[in-house]
């Protein structure tokens, strides 16, 4: 298993977080300022001339926008004044590093870390990265010793939403937050944290998590009648459903047209607050790309990761252990374990017997996580060869999201914090989540079964298809 954080990586966080540190003080007001920066890193990292503009285009890609290979910085800072949204790739190259690999570029990490045949290799230019290709599943950008590939970070633009007192913004958070920021660290505080940021509340992702739950439950008691139907899942991951988009489309029928929980958390929070702005935080570089989606675009204006929001953390002097705790029960156990391979299956079964206890054709589950073990379930569909499961769910990372490429703590601690978390949740499944039904009524329906009509506006929300 490829590690998360190379050296560089580590380098690269640093950067960023004294780019924060800068841009939030009000001291990267200039080219000079950022020209500063650049001195200063490479004294502290023993660089030299040569690497002025791989150091330059880092600064660049920690500010959320694209590599030049300019020489010098010109409009970066009035860019990111004037930015609404981080554009794609999400995923791009700097220029002039993988030479340095030369001929022992075969024996890197990154030369077999694409497992989606997404881009191929030239001994001499390194990674060509085809974006319509691209899952930007991560892989390629934690494998890199030599900083060569890097995803955009897009938290400069939201400072300038943060610190505008007439802009609403929350934090929308996926499920696998608990536990990233330290085994003593609450969800309380760290709804605190974000709040003395500037963010107007934190939200639990795994709300939606329930709404979504409770549609596809009742999808699959629809659709699945007999012994060779199936229904795909997992709605929540952006790679598994572009892989099967992409390269299954006959199996990409039995798809749940669902949206994931974040955009479900954006439409639903824009509803409720009109002009507001919605920032998801999750563990998942492939989330900054689903949020561009031309189906899916509006509804969460930025992406973070966990790795980025620890070092925003440290940049801002935020010692999350010593604030007090704003603790709120948002969403159920069920949604709060979709962090988890299985999670998702786990609590849709317990909808389906709740709705359907007296179904002939039972919900048989299959769970399947990482590169590897989705390629061969869908090969096995596609060949007909997997009838023994009627409900398959898919998670890119191994062990769900809490294995994803941008968490701060190892796979299996994080699950074991996770299911402990959503047990302590007051609200055992999605139908007894009493805040679904006061979201409705804010909509202007008391009926939990608009989260299914997809012919009204609520029920539209939940469906991937543009707003």
């Known amino acids: 298993m490829v590690e998360k954080f190379t050296e560089f990586q580590a380098k690269r966080m640093e950067i960023f977080r004294e780019v924060v540190k800068r841009e939030w003080n009000g001291k990267l007001l200039t080219n000079d300022d950022l020209e500063e920066l650049v001195a200063e890193i490479k004294k502290k990292y023993d660089y030299n001339d040569e690497d002025d503009l791989f ?8 500010m959320g926008l694209n590599p030049s290979q300019s020489k010098s910085f010109t409009y970066e800072l009035e860019d990111i004044k004037n930015l609404d949204h981080i554009e794609k790739p999400i995923v791009t190259k700097i220029e002039g590093r993988c030479e340095s690999c030369g001929k022992e570029l075969e024996e890197r990490d990154c030369y077999n870390s694409c497992k989606y045949e997404a881009h191929m290799y030239k001994r001499s230019k ?11 599943c991560g892989s ?55 709040k003395y940021m500037g963010f107007q509340d934190m939200i639990e992702v795994a709300l939606f998590a329930d709404m979504l739950t409770i549609k596809e439950a009742f999808e699959f008691d629809h659709l699945v009648k007999k012994e ?24 990409f029928e039995h798809m749940s047209p669902s949206v994931s ?34 189906e899916l675009a509006g509804a969460i204006d930025f992406v973070l990761t966990y790795s980025e929001l620890d070092e925003i953390f440290k940049a801002l002097d ?41 179904r002939l054709v039972k919900l048989r589950a299959k769970k399947v996580d990482g590169v590897k073990e989705c390629k061969q379930i869908l090969e096995d569909l596609l060949a007909a060869k997997e009838r023994e499961a009627n409900f398959v769910e898919g998670m890119g990372c191994d062990g769900g999201c809490v294995g994803g490429p941008r968490t701060n703590i190892d796979t299996d601690k994080a699950t074991k914090i996770v299911n402990e978390y959503g047990e302590d949740s007051l609200i055992m499944t999605p139908f007894d989540n009493m805040n679904i039904i006061k979201i409705l009524q804010e909509l202007g329906s008391d009926r939990i079964e608009d989260l299914m009509d997809e012919g009204n506006e609520v029920g539209r929300l939940l469906i991937r298809e543009k707003q």
């Open 228 to 251: 060779d139907d199936f229904f795909l899942t997992s709605c929540c991951c952006p790679v598994w459903i572009r892989l099967v988009e992409n390269n299954y489309p006959e199996v």
């Open 126 to 136: 390194g990674p060509i990265i085809v974006n319509e290709k691209c899952l930007n």
């Open 261 to 294: 929980p974040m955009v479900l958390s954006g439409r639903m929070l824009k509803k409720l607050y009109p002009d507001s702005k919605v920032v998801f935080i999750g563990p998942c570089i492939a989330k900054k790309s689903e949020a561009k989606e031309p």
């Open 318 to 358: 935020i010692n999350l252990a010593e604030l007090p705790s704003d603790e709120k029960d948002q969403a159920s156990f069920a949604g709060r374990v979709y962090a988890r391979t299985g999670g998702v299956s786990f609590s849709v079964k317990t909808v389906v017997n709740r709705i359907a206890p007296r």
């Open 140 to 194: 390629c950008v934690s494998s890199c010793s030599f900083g060569a590939i890097a995803d955009k970070i897009e938290f400069l633009p939201i400072t300038n939403l943060l610190k505008d007192e007439e802009t609403t913004v929350y934090a929308a958070v996926a499920p696998s937050i608990v536990g990233q920021f330290g085994d003593d660290i609450t969800m309380g505080q760290i709804r605190t944290a974000l």
């Open 55 to 62: 150091i330059r285009d880092h600064i660049r890609v920690a």
